[in-house]
């Protein structure tokens, strides 16, 4: 018995399950370029020239087509070697996160370059990507690294006394003064105290850590079981200091209005007794003036203002 032959209708509209041939990838949006399949594999030689093509094609596409993403995203996977190479400047640090950390924040600013690199310059794309890498680097470890915000000036001050110390304590046998410190990187001794106290917000510790290394304290005693309290009249301080100088500027007769009122706790009758006016005059006066004291001590001084040249208004019975 013959066997049937397919027909060509039946042979065409077979499906690629139907054969098991698998089903062809779509071809991304290369927008004329060759297709790089694996970018973070090209030599760093070729990358460079490369790079240049990708970079004027890049210029010439729309942001947000699937062309400027496929351009843009080759570019990056090609120089991430520029990134790799800037953080091993940094592997010594211990401080600042695991290394995968850096490479994110490094190929933050590569991205950066990227869309800040304009090819018409005729530069060379790694004189401006490096800078653009370790500044996001060096800026994420002055942003975490530290417990508390210090200037960067005595953040790199602490840096370059922990380098000094070092070099001393080979050099004397000994732990360096302060005075060694500063004839070591020609400053100040007072320059080199203010280094080593900023050096103190480098780390902090828990309150709650115990302190069992001083002698004075009992094992598994913190920090917290022995300071202070918060004083509650530390609040009273700052406003006295502030209503002092509004209380100079009243006249005889409102600071002695205060000083039966407060002072000696008198009825408002007992107080218009005392100066000659009426209780309904006290009570407007009082109002009136402790009004005036309160939005005082409240409001903001002008930049030319002190407190002391605030004047209260003038009271008319």
Known sequence: MPVPVPSSRTADTARPADTGVPAPRPRPHTAGLPLI???R????????ELSKVFFKRLR???EGTPEYQYVRNTLIEMNASL???????FRGRGEGGDMEDIVQVGTIGLIKAIDRFD???ENEFSTLAMPYITGEIKRHFRDTTWAVHVPRRLQELRIDIAKAKEELTVRLDRSPTVADLAAHLRLTEEDVVEGLVAANGHTS??????QSEHGDQTEG????DVMGEEEPAMELVEDIQTLAPLLEKLTDRERRMLQLRFGEELTQAQIGAALGISQMQVSRLLTRLLTHLRESMLADPEPSETPAGRTAPALRV
């Open 221 to 224: 005693q913190s920090l917290a």
């Open 205 to 210: 510790g828990s309150l709650d850590a115990p």
């Open 41 to 48: 594999e090209v030599a760093p030689s070729d990358a460079r």
């Open 60 to 62: 010439e596409l729309s």
């Open 37 to 39: 399949e694996d970018p």
């Open 83 to 89: 990134v790799q190479y800037a953080v091993r400047r």
């Open 119 to 121: 090819p018409s310059l």
